[in-house]
């Protein structure tokens, strides 16, 4: 038997791969209905539970051949050793006591982790169980690792195609008022058992028909074979462009980074999937092989920009969650960049060939990064609470609800402790307002909803002062536009708030000859909202009345709201004029034929 020759499973395993789903599919059920009842009744005992639950008897699953192999056993202890203290881990982070922490920033990054991590290693584990050490072949770990890939996306596509001819029998039936079977198939029991049962037979079907999976591999790296030419040209392309266009363009789509790196992810997986380690023949004709090299030798150029883009938002807003996994992801794509540019300058065997000793490094790299990112080794929450406090503590006047907020419900326990630590600072205990600020953030039971209550200290007009700054540059705002703020005869969106973070600006929008006034609730996700408050027409001496809303809004990422926040605070608020006039016909005025536009001003003059 050679080492790409995948052994045969007798009935007893394959019996005990559909028995293990079904067990699995139990054990989630279990732990929704013992609620907060012990064993789960905290959250580090849940995490431990779904973790375990969700990974080794998945890894089981894929690799077992024969019950009696002790070396299957031994590897689970292991596995189960390590998944239970990262879940440990995750779990006490989001403990302590503190209410309405959100798990996502945590919980989503641990468990893409651990999936690549079980991912990574089961072909190592696979070969192991089947010859006895661990000195793999770059063919049989590759041969693996497609099968268990292969193997998971059909058992994905088996259990949900299988849950649409549920969903049309209980629709069926229900066309002739029978609705048991839609009650049946809604019932959280028949819902996990199901999903595991159907989930089990697609992984055996995946594990048994190495036929049929070695078709569909062979049809997906044909076309792979088809499309590398043309990203790869793409690639090229775009790198040759860069010296006329210059960098300062891509800076500005605000998604530079996510797109070059996504960019040399394809390239990365379309060239593995190209390259024959078991072929002397070469993929292309010379001409096509040199298009790829060409491509190979640029990735250190995407990879390199990323890091860039990267770099500039750590050092402009320091590290986050989100920005601590994102560079995470690129340092590993340069790692992939670096390692094939020299492959193609190597030169050494066949073609490629030199990528193989790449991806054997970067394999037990990338676990280790996966497995040291959710442990206290490389801490990503540590590095960002560190980070924002930093910031916050360098500039205590510039804090606002948003940074606040974060703290206390993105960052888990350590969060909340950084903030209260943050509240006995001496540099912010000297701000009234960033103080204001800090208290409302910890006296928050959810991190979304309406607990931001109109203060009726916010009538005093020395508190208002200090919750809306001047954007840099503007001139001071009259005292009776303060005053009617104050009066509530001005809208002021959210900034009479306790815990707002607003900016106002004083210019001559409409070109009147008189001063307007903007004011902004700047927000962590959705952009400056802005109040517009003008004087009428004449003169200066008048009231100030509303004049319209303002939106700074175009679906981009937090990063983008963050910069035009700071743009707003900066007073770089530039007035476009548009390019057709208002029409009238009989004092009517024209309207769009495009009904769906929506105006970021809204004109409530009459």
């Not at 530079?256 to 070469?282: C, E, G, K, M, P």
């Not at 938002?313 to 020299?342: C, D, K, N, P, S």
């Not at 009517?588 to 809204?602: F, Y």
Request: charged share 20%; glycine share 8%.
């Amino acid at each position: 038997m050679n080492d790409t020759t995948l052994p045969a499973l007798p009935l007893s395993s394959r019996s005990t791969i559909v028995l293990i789903a079904l067990l699995q599919g139990l054990a989630l059920y279990a732990v929704q209905q013992a609620n907060d009842s012990w064993p789960f009744q905290d959250i580090a005992s849940r995490y431990r539970w779904y973790t375990w639950v969700l990974t080794i008897p998945t890894a089981v699953a894929l690799t077992l051949v024969t019950l009696r192999d002790r070396r299957l056993w031994l590897h689970a202890i292991v596995g189960s050793v390590v998944v239970l203290a990262l879940a440990s881990w995750i779990g006490w982070n989001l403990g302590g006591g503190a209410t309405g922490l959100v798990d996502g920033p945590l919980h989503w990054p641990f468990s893409l982790s651990m999936g690549i991590a079980v991912f990574v290693t089961l072909p190592w584990w696979q070969f192991r169980l089947q010859h006895g050490h661990w000195r793999a072949t770059y063919d049989a770990l590759f041969e693996r690792a497609w099968q268990n890939g292969l193997t998971l996306a059909l058992a994905l596509a088996f259990t949900g195609l299988t849950w649409l001819l549920l969903w049309l029998w209980a629709a069926l039936f229900q066309l002739v008022d029978i609705d048991f079977f839609r009650d049946l198939f809604r019932e959280e029991a028949f819902i996990s058992l199901a999903t595991g049962c159907l989930f089990g037979f697609g992984v055996l079907i995946g594990r048994t028909q190495h036929r049929a999976i070695q078709v569909t591999r062979q049809v997906l790296f044909a076309i792979c074979r088809g499309l590398l030419p043309l990203l790869s040209f793409i690639a090229v392309l775009f790198v040759l462009s860069l010296p006329f266009t210059g960098l300062e363009a891509l800076w500005k789509t605000r998604s530079a980074t996510w797109l070059l790196v996504i960019v040399s992810l394809l390239l990365v997986a379309f060239t593995n999937a190209v390259y024959q380690h078991d072929s002397a023949r070469a993929a292309y004709p010379m001409w096509l092989r040199r298009l790829v090299d060409a491509s190979l030798l640029a990735l250190p150029v995407y990879a390199g920009l990323a890091l860039y883009a990267m770099g500039l938002r750590i050092a402009q807003y320091g590290w986050t969650l989100e920005r601590f996994w994102g560079a995470l992801v690129v340092v590993m794509v340069l790692g992939y960049a670096v390692g094939y540019a020299l492959s193609v300058l190597r030169r050494r065997g066949r073609w490629l060939q030199p990528i193989e000793t790449v991806n054997r490094w970067m394999c037990w790299t990338v676990l280790a990064v996966a497995l040291l990112a959710n442990s206290p080794v490389l801490d990503g929450v540590r590095i960002s609470v560190a980070s924002q406090v930093a910031r916050l503590k360098a500039d205590p006047a510039a804090i606002n609800a948003a940074d606040a907020i974060a703290l206390r419900f993105e960052f888990g326990r350590r969060g909340v402790d950084a903030l209260r630590t943050l509240e006995q600072d001496p540099r912010l205990s000297a701000d009234a307002r960033a103080v204001s600020v800090v208290k409302d953030a910890l006296a928050r039971k959810e991190r979304w909803g309406g607990e931001r209550q109109v203060d009726d200290g916010l009538r005093d007009l020395t508190v208002l002062q200090r919750q809306v700054e001047l954007a840099q540059g503007s001139p001071a705002a009259d005292a009776d536009w303060w005053q009617g703020l104050l009066d509530r005869k001005l809208d002021a969106g959210g900034c009479l708030e306790s815990g707002a973070s607003c900016v106002a600006l004083r210019r001559d929008f409409d070109g009147d000859g008189i001063d307007d006034m903007l004011l902004c609730d700047l927000s962590e996700y959705i952009g400056p909202s802005c109040r517009l408050h003008a004087r009428p027409p004449g003169t200066s001496a008048a009231a100030w009345q509303n004049a319209g809303q303002i939106s700074f809004y175009d679906g981009g990422g937090k990063d983008q709201v963050s910069m035009a926040n700071t743009a707003l605070r900066e007073g770089k608020l530039e007035a476009q004029q548009p390019r057709w006039p208002q029409l009238k016909l009989a004092g009517i005025k024209a309207r769009s034929l495009d009904e769906s536009r929506v105006e970021n001003v809204e004109d409530d003059s009459p």
